[in-house]
């Protein structure tokens, strides 16, 4: 079965995490991602490489996830004959992706307009902390810097006076996702214009973006949101709850939801029609999360989790990894699955949530070696003889 990207050729220059998640995202889709590093290889190598607990066999975690279903091309790109076989490359791909810092693409001369005197179909795309230009567009950023400076932190948590950032790094996941989104968007464009273009990824903006309808309400009200906690700032009760093992949350939006809940929790003050609308509940938030605290802490969440679902009402355990990455749906939807090291070792990993219904062929290759697959993209791609390809190894241009 064939994956929706095959086909699209694209050359990974990117470190780290914002830029390998997403050309990650892009080779689980079947691109046929090519990551062109320094002949050392690139320094995301070494991440926990050594790390008995969270490595196989040389290979972090970070590298032994990010780099699934690539191909890697060790390039010394500080030669003259290095930057001329990148630039036959460049002929033959679709899309490049970076996330150097701003200026860095231009100094080594891998930026767009660079990159379309050989190829004016290519699509560049830099992710970068805060864009690539304005007034602090050169500041150096990564994820928490992100997250800070974005204004998530300044509402994650339950008090104002210890911000809190988000377990899950999404200051470097968001600029990963949004430039998938911009990249495959330039490639349907050149559909149409049979251009290229350049794609401009700011964490910041991903950032912002993200505040939604809160940056909204703050634009109409003038007020700065505060953390909550698990609490939410219109609906009750919505929060997270101890019980007897564990903790549970609890998301009644609806008044419906509340008239579920009520059936199950034999509380007379909860009977009051007050209660019956959002702003009577809200009013009283204090009191119902208080009264729900207490009563589930006298049981399992097991127990809590069966009545509350089998009355429709929406809520979940508060999981660790080790609950999730074991629970039946998450394996039924293939999100936990086998990676492999080129040596033939395997550990397991997140698989890929973008499900298709015709083109979804989950399969993964081996994050590579250094250099792993350079002559076969010289011969395949560029169609160098064995004699050129032997030239260029002997000098040191490639590995």
């Given at each position: 079965?064939?994956?929706?990207?095959?086909?699209?050729?694209?050359?990974?220059l990117?470190?780290m995490?914002?830029?390998?998640?997403?050309a990650?995202?892009?080779?689980d889709?079947?691109a046929?991602?090519i990551?062109?590093?320094?002949?050392?290889?690139?320094g995301?190598?070494k991440?926990?490489?050594?790390d008995?607990?969270n490595?196989?066999?040389?290979?972090?975690?970070?590298?032994i996830?990010?780099?699934?279903?690539k191909?890697?091309?060790?390039?010394?790109?500080?030669?003259?004959?290095?930057k001329?076989?990148?630039y036959q490359l460049?002929?033959?791909?679709?899309?490049?992706i970076n996330?150097?810092?701003?200026?860095?693409?231009?100094?080594?001369?891998i930026d767009?307009?660079s990159?379309?005197?050989?190829?004016?179909?290519?699509i560049?795309?830099?992710i970068?902390?805060?864009g690539?230009?304005?007034?602090?567009?050169?500041?150096p950023a990564?994820?928490?810097?992100?997250?800070?400076?974005?204004?998530?932190?300044?509402?994650?948590g339950?008090d104002?006076?210890?911000p809190?950032?988000?377990g899950?790094?999404?200051?470097?996941?968001?600029?990963g996702?949004?430039?998938v989104m911009?990249?495959?968007?330039a490639?349907?464009?050149?559909?149409?214009?049979?251009?290229?273009?350049?794609?401009?990824i700011?964490?910041?903006?991903?950032?912002?973006?993200?505040l939604?309808y809160?940056?909204?309400?703050h634009?109409?009200s003038?007020?700065d949101?505060?953390?909550?906690?698990?609490?939410?700032?219109?609906?009750?009760?919505?929060?997270?709850?101890p019980?007897k093992?564990?903790?549970i949350?609890?998301?009644?939006i609806?008044?419906?939801f509340?008239?579920?809940l009520?059936?199950?929790?034999?509380?007379e003050?909860?009977?009051d029609k007050?209660?019956?609308?959002?702003?009577?509940r809200?009013?009283?938030k204090?009191f119902?999360?208080?009264?729900?605290a207490e009563?589930?802490?006298?049981?399992s969440s097991?127990?809590?989790?069966?009545?509350?679902?089998?009355?429709?009402?929406?809520?979940a355990?508060v999981?660790?990894?080790s609950?999730v990455?074991?629970?039946?749906?998450?394996k039924?939807?293939?999100?936990?699955?086998?990676?492999?090291?080129?040596?033939g070792q395997s550990?397991?990993?997140?698989g890929?949530?973008?499900?298709?219904s015709?083109t979804?062929?989950?399969?993964?290759t081996p994050?590579?070696?250094?250099?792993?697959?350079?002559?076969?993209?010289?011969?395949?791609?560029l169609?160098?003889d064995?004699q050129?390809?032997?030239?260029?190894?002997?000098?040191?241009?490639i590995?």
């Open positions: 079965m064939s994956k929706p990207l095959s086909g699209l050729k694209v050359i990974d990117t470190h995490l914002s830029g390998p998640y997403g990650m995202l892009l080779a889709m079947g046929d991602t990551k062109v590093e320094p002949l050392e290889g690139e995301t190598r991440l926990l490489a050594t008995p607990d490595s196989v066999n040389g290979f972090g975690a970070y590298f996830t990010l780099n699934r279903n191909r890697s091309m060790a390039i010394d790109l500080k030669t003259v004959e290095g001329q076989l990148f460049i002929a033959e791909v679709d899309v490049v996330n150097f810092a701003p200026g860095v693409p231009q100094r080594l001369g767009y307009d990159l379309a005197k050989y190829n004016p179909a290519i560049t795309c830099s970068t902390g805060f690539s230009d304005g007034p602090g567009h050169k500041r990564f994820d928490q810097v992100a997250q800070a400076f974005g204004g998530g932190m300044s509402i994650t339950s104002p006076n210890n809190m950032r988000a899950i790094p999404i200051g470097d996941l968001s600029g996702m949004f430039a911009g990249i495959l968007a490639v349907i464009e050149r559909q149409t214009s049979g251009k290229g273009q350049h794609i401009d700011s964490m910041l903006d991903c950032q912002v973006s993200l939604n809160m940056a909204t309400m634009l109409i003038g007020k949101p505060f953390p909550i906690g698990n609490g939410h700032f219109v609906h009750v009760p919505y929060n997270s709850y019980t093992d564990g903790h949350i609890l998301a009644v609806t008044d419906n509340w008239q579920n009520t059936a199950i929790i034999d509380v003050a909860f009977k007050k209660y019956d609308t959002q702003p009577g809200f009013a009283d204090q119902i999360d208080a009264t729900l009563i589930f802490a006298t049981n097991r127990y809590w989790l069966d009545k509350l679902e089998a009355a429709r009402i929406p809520c355990p999981n660790k990894f609950d990455l074991n629970d039946p749906q998450v039924h939807r293939n999100m936990v699955v086998d990676i492999y090291h080129p040596d550990t397991k990993a997140p890929n949530p973008i499900k298709m015709r979804s062929d989950d399969s993964y994050a590579p070696h250094v250099g792993q697959h350079s002559e076969q993209i010289c011969k395949t791609l169609d160098l064995d050129t390809i032997a030239f260029l190894r002997a000098k040191g241009i590995k």
